[in-house]
T-cell receptor, first 112, second 116 residues
Framework: QQQVKQSPQSLIVQKGGISIINCAYE??????FPWYQQFPGKGPALLIA?????SEKKEGRFTISFNKSAKQFSLHIMDSQPGDSATYFCAATRKGNTPLVFGKGTRLSVIA | EAGVVQSPRYKIIEKKQPVAFWCNPISGHNTLYWYLQNLGQGPELLIRYENEEAVDDSQLPKDRFSAERLKGVDSTLKIQPAELGDSAVYLC??????????????FGPGTRLTVL
């Protein structure tokens, strides 16, 4: 059973455009939703995270939108740049050092 | 500050051979995780340690996989014998002391295993 579903699998965006990646979760016990960025040959690195008590969180060009009733959250990358080309994973977990449950990832390519 | 260190970075072995991966977490991080990342997939937890105690190993295939974290610092993950389906990236992550907050997990670069 896939607890976190992520789409699309791949995404091509023009430089300066908006990249949007969507995730849905099933387990209502999840209460922390991070997004990780992974470059080839590297481990995932935390990009931005949100808790369900807010509907949106913005850090620079990156914004998470959260819909608790629909059990969905999304990542928006504004003014996408070629350097943003990477694989993005949404994840979900609970308070404390509980393991992350990852989506399958979205490979983003930003073309000039 | 150094990040999570893993070695080797790459390993190629023939099936039925043993293999071991090593992880040195960030200094002071009590929690250590081993994740398995198959090609085109997200990481999946294999085992989680709190200090030297394995507190979550339900996803570890215990017939061939084993892990240890002696003295609650470095950790080793072993596969014996390796199978073709074990080809993947093995990621180690660490996070600070468990508490009532959400602690970021810091990942190492991983070990890419190829079983021939």
């Amino acid at each position: 059973q896939q607890q976190v579903k992520q789409s699309p699998q791949s995404l091509i965006v023009q430089k300066g455009g908006i990249s949007i990646i969507n995730c849905a979760y099933e387990n209502t016990a999840f209460d922390y939703f991070p997004w990780y960025q992974q470059f080839p040959g590297k481990g995932p690195a935390l990009l931005i995270a949100i808790r369900p008590d807010v509907s949106e969180k913005k850090e620079g060009r990156f914004t998470i939108s959260f819909n608790k009733s629909a059990k969905q959250f999304s990542l928006h990358i504004m003014d996408s740049q070629p350097g943003d080309s990477a694989t993005y994973f949404c994840a979900a977990t609970r308070k404390g050092n509980t393991p992350l449950v990852f989506g399958k990832g979205t490979r983003l390519s930003v073309i000039a | 500050e150094a990040g999570v260190v893993q070695s080797p970075r790459y390993k190629i072995i023939e099936k039925k051979q043993p293999v071991a991966f090593w992880c040195n977490p960030i200094s002071g991080h009590n929690t250590l995780y081993w994740y398995l990342q198959n090609l085109g997939q997200g990481p999946e937890l294999l085992i989680r340690y709190e200090n030297e105690e394995a507190v979550d190993d339900s996803q570890l295939p215990k017939d061939r996989f084993s892990a240890e974290r002696l003295k609650g610092v470095d950790s080793t993950l072993k596969i014996q014998p390796a199978e073709l389906g074990d080809s993947a990236v093995y990621l180690c992550a660490s996070s600070p002391r468990q508490g009532g907050s959400y602690n970021e997990q810091f990942f190492g670069p991983g070990t890419r295993l190829t079983v021939l």
